[in-house]
């Protein structure tokens, strides 16, 4: 095993023993997720993936945004996370693959709106991985970055100080978007909520 795919491995482990209580962890974020659709607001009838979707939490609100005549696929590389989706109902919604947002299973320009919410810090390559999200997104095409809670109250969740090198602090995600195919359009990152929106750079 490389060290780029026993990095997936280690990423794989940390979320399979948190997969079946990873929504009782910290209940108050979940109606965060149906706020951060709003802002997305992915067009009905269109393709939108959740990138790193876990236990499918965005999947109704993405689904009641595009309706039923869109798609709505979520993606995750630990199978035990969306094995908790199918229990809770969120297959029913969307598509649920399991893969590598490294190397995803679709094709260029098919997707219309990306949401990922808690993936960023997660990916061993972020430049290589956002490319890799504007590969399989139209031009013109949307990606979410967000996270329940912002980066100072995560940091303080984990017992850690936040550092200028934090790959989500505007100075630093705007050229890491730049440089994958991305153009930074806003950015908010407060305690209830981190949300950065970018545009697929043609
Ligand atoms: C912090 S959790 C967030 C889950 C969900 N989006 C949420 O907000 O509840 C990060 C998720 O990203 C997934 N993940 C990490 N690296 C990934 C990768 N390279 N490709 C696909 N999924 C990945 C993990 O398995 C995990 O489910």
Same mark, same amino acid.
Do not use: K
């Given at each position: ?25 910290? &209940? ?8 951060? #659709?709003?802002?997305?607001? &992915?067009?009905?009838? *269109? ?45 029913? #919604? ?10 995803? &299973? ?68 705007? &050229?890491?978007?730049?440089? *994958? ?22």
């Amino acid at each position: 095993m490389d060290d780029h795919q026993a990095e997936l491995a280690r990423t794989r482990d940390f979320f399979a023993v948190r997969a079946a209580d990873w929504e009782e962890r910290f &209940p108050d974020d979940g109606p965060r997720y149906a706020q951060a #659709v709003v802002a997305l607001a &992915p067009a009905p009838g *269109s393709v939108v993936l959740d990138a790193g979707c876990g236990t499918g939490r965005a999947l109704p609100a993405l689904r009641e945004a595009v309706g039923e005549r869109g798609t709505v696929l979520g993606i995750d590389l630990t199978p035990e996370m969306l094995q908790q989706a199918a229990r809770l109902g969120r297959d029913a #919604v969307a598509t649920l693959l399991v893969g590598d947002c490294g190397r995803l &299973p679709l094709g260029d320009r098919v997707v219309d709106t990306v949401f990922a919410a808690g993936l960023i810090t997660h990916l061993p390559e972020p430049a290589a991985n956002l490319a890799e999200l504007a590969r399989i997104t139209r031009p013109g095409g949307r990606l979410a970055l967000f996270h329940p809670v912002g980066r100072a109250a995560l940091a303080a969740r984990h017992g850690r100080a936040l550092t200028p090198d934090d790959l989500r602090a505007e100075p630093n995600l705007r &050229p890491l978007l730049a440089g *994958s195919g991305w153009r930074l359009t806003d950015y908010l990152d407060q305690d209830d909520r981190f949300l950065a929106l970018a545009g697929r750079v043609d």
